[in-house]
C-alpha cells in the first residue's frame, strides 16, 4: 500500500512539474497509473490531502539539503553549485515544483499555501547561509536581497531554458560566480 502511496505522490509531483498543481486531476493520476480514482482517493481523500503530501515531501527534502549544507566542508561556490544542481533534478526538465507552486498560490487550500510558503523561505534562508560565510563584512539585509536575487535568477532561468532550449542556468550561474568574486 505504502508503495501505491509513493507513486501517487511522485506521479503528482510530476505533473505539478508539467502543468501546475491546480490543472491536475484524480482523473489524470488514474488513467496514467491505470488505476481507479477510488483506489486514489483511498490513499488521499481530496486532493488537498495529496498536495500536502507532495508539499510536506519537497519540504522534507529540502530541510535534509539544509542539513547537509550546513554540515558539509564544502566552498561557497560548491555549496552553490550544489544547490543548483539541486534545482536541475527537482525540476526533472520542467517546472520547478516550488515555482509551479507558487505561481498557483492564490488558488491553493491554506494548509498547501502554509507549506509553499515554509518551503520558500527555507530556500531564502539555505541560500543566505551560504552567503554569509563569503559575505561576512555585509549586513543581513544585503545579504537577504542577494540571496533573493540570486535564486530568482536560477528559477528564471531554469523557465528560460525550458521555453527557449537554452542552456541559460549554466551561463546564469557563471554570471553569478564572477559577481560574487567581484
Known amino acids: 500500500m505504502e508503495n501505491r502511496k509513493t507513486q501517487i505522490i511522485d506521479l503528482a509531483l510530476k505533473l505539478i512539474r508539467e502543468k501546475g498543481y ?3 486531476s484524480y482523473d489524470d ?3 496514467i497509473l491505470g488505476v481507479t480514482k477510488a483506489s486514489i482517493h483511498y490513499h488521499f481523500e481530496k486532493k488537498e490531502d495529496l498536495g500536502v503530501a507532495v508539499t510536506e515531501r519537497v519540504l522534507q527534502n529540502l530541510q535534509d539539503f ?3 549544507i ?3 566542508n564544502l566552498t561557497v561556490e560548491e555549496k552553490i553549485k550544489n544547490f543548483y544542481e539541486r534545482q ?3 525540476c526533472d526538465g520542467g517546472i520547478c515544483p516550488v515555482s509551479s507552486l507558487q505561481s498557483d498560490y492564490e488558488s491553493l ?3 498547501i499555501r502554509q507549506n509553499v510558503e515554509e518551503i520558500s523561505q527555507l530556500e531564502i534562508t539555505i541560500f ?3 552567503l554569509k560565510v563569503t559575505l561576512e563584512n555585509r549586513g543581513a539585509k544585503e545579504i537577504e536581497s542577494l540571496a533573493f536575487a540570486i535564486v530568482s535568477c536560477i528559477k528564471g532561468a531554469i523557465q528560460y531554458e525550458r521555453v527557449l532550449g ?3 542556468l549554466t551561463q546564469a550561474m557563471n554570471e553569478i560566480y564572477r559577481l560574487l568574486k567581484g
Open 22 to 24: 491546480v490543472a491536475i
Open 29 to 31: 493520476l488514474s488513467k
Open 88 to 90: 536541475i533534478v527537482l
Open 66 to 68: 539544509s542539513s547537509f
Open 109 to 111: 487550500p491554506e494548509k
Open 166 to 168: 537554452k542552456q541559460i
Open 128 to 130: 543566505k547561509n551560504i
Open 70 to 72: 550546513t554540515n558539509s
